[in-house]
């Protein structure tokens, strides 16, 4: 069974950064499309970032484009999000996912991420 677990998640306050990290069981990370999801109280989850395999393509939800970064390391299996100039709205649970992907260049739409983490927080907060 797929694992991916996040972390890197904390408390930061409004202007700074952080990088959260999503472990991924050996053996599978290759076949996977990546991506980063949040979910704010009271809020539907959404969209902030994916990857593809090969890590050529890269989709951001427009209010983080230019302040996150997804990246990710295949000899690792792992996935990154590195996050800068935090501020409020940035405040939620963060979670990785997978999509299987027939090919390396692709990034799918939210829709077709189907293993998820469990999640880790993210408070943005002076």
């Known amino acids: 069974q797929v694992q991916l677990r996040e972390s890197g998640g904390g408390l930061v306050q409004p202007g700074g950064s952080l990088r959260l990290s999503c472990e991924v069981s050996?053996?599978?990370?290759?076949?996977?499309?990546m991506g980063w999801f949040r979910q704010a109280p009271g809020k539907e989850r959404e969209y902030v970032a994916g990857?593809?395999?090969?890590?050529?393509?890269?989709y951001y939800k427009d209010s983080v484009k230019g302040r996150f970064t997804i990246s990710r390391d295949n000899a690792e299996n792992t996935l990154y999000l590195r996050m800068n100039r935090l501020n409020a709205d940035d405040t939620a649970v963060y979670f990785c996912a997978g999509s299987f992907v027939h090919s390396v260049h692709d990034v799918p739409p939210s829709s077709a991420y189907d293993l998820w983490g469990q999640g880790t927080q993210v408070t943005v907060s002076s």
């Open positions: 050996p053996g599978t990370f290759r076949d996977y499309a």
């Open positions: 990857i593809s395999i090969r890590g050529d393509f890269r």
